[in-house]
């Protein structure tokens, strides 16, 4: 029962990577942590391709590192959920706009071409706020 | 089922939620820019936060600031800052006009180009950015941009490179190198290139 569940995720990741959907690429993951992808979980590990509602959950040990294909990067720490609500990118012009939630946790940033384009184009939220991003490098905590 | 009391206790502590922002130092030599708390509703600047080291704590419309040194906050936040990846390193490939073999100078920068790839290791990803100068039609550029970029990827996997951690991007003229902005119709071979981005 759980190892037809785990290769059914399995089959749902190969899927996924199929389709060209990719905005970023997770770069280390330490402890536990899962992506949830239209509410089904997601095995992470080096290379694993990130789409646009995809949720990034830690656990109390967990840490995942992810860059953009907008050169931004994230830093997810333990504890946290962060939702990737919005990702739009036209990689020849650079415009686009990214939206992110942090739920719970904590998030560092390094902002990358979006935001550098276009200072209304990278924004942040948590549960009591919203926050607009010039650059460059900042972490968000929400308890 | 959650009970009334739970759900209560549920609401009380996402109501108690509370949000802060600190910025820090830019990476190397970079400024550290400004992050800006939002109103909710209209989207309208409450407050630019701009210096390196400040938190402020968040609460709709309203933000407590409070300073410290920037150290200080770097500090704080060791260990999450040590998570953000490598920043995304670039090599420029020139491709002699009508070849699709890399030009000689070039051949060191795509040794070097592999050797980031194989430090890098697990979750490398390579995009190979095509580049024109700006002879003829923006849209015209923007396409050859992206054939330059598929004849430098098929090259580079003919070589080696794992083509399943590759995307292609076209950036047709609007990006010259630095020093070799030219008017349009202007030829220049220096931004006939191709740029591989590895993060």
Known sequence: MVSARISLVIIGALVATSVSAEIATVKRVTGTAMIERNKTPVAVIPGTKLETGDLLTTGKDGRISVTFIDDSRFSVGPGSRIRLTRFDFDDTTHQGKSETRVEKGALAIVSGQIAHENPKGMTVQTPTSVLGVRGTRFVVTVK | ?199
């Open chain 2, 1 to 199: 089922m959650i009970r009334p009391a739970g759900l209560a206790a549920l609401l009380l502590v996402s109501g108690c939620a509370t949000s802060t922002v600190t910025l820090l130092k830019g990476e190397g030599a970079n400024s550290a820019g400004a992050v800006v708390v939002l109103d909710p509703k209209t989207g309208e600047d409450v407050k630019i936060i701009d210096t390196a080291g400040t938190s402020a704590s968040l609460a709709g419309r309203s933000a407590t600031v409070r300073s410290r040194a920037a150290d200080t906050a770097e500090r704080r936040f060791s260990d999450l800052l040590a998570g953000i990846p490598d920043p995304p390193r670039r090599f420029i490939l020139v491709f002699p006009e009508g070849s699709t073999t890399i030009s000689p100078e070039s051949i060191s920068v795509r040794d070097a180009m592999f050797a980031e790839v194989k430090r890098r290791g697990p979750g490398v990803t390579v995009q190979i950015e095509g580049h024109t100068d700006r002879v003829g039609d923006a849209a015209d550029n923007d396409r050859l941009s992206r054939q330059r970029a598929v004849a430098a990827r098929d090259l580079l996997v003919a070589q080696g490179l794992d083509v399943g951690i590759t995307r292609t991007v076209g950036r047709g003229e609007r990006a010259p190198v630095p020093g070799h902005a030219t008017a349009d119709g202007v030829e220049d071979p220096v931004n006939r290139r191709v740029e591989i981005v590895v993060r």
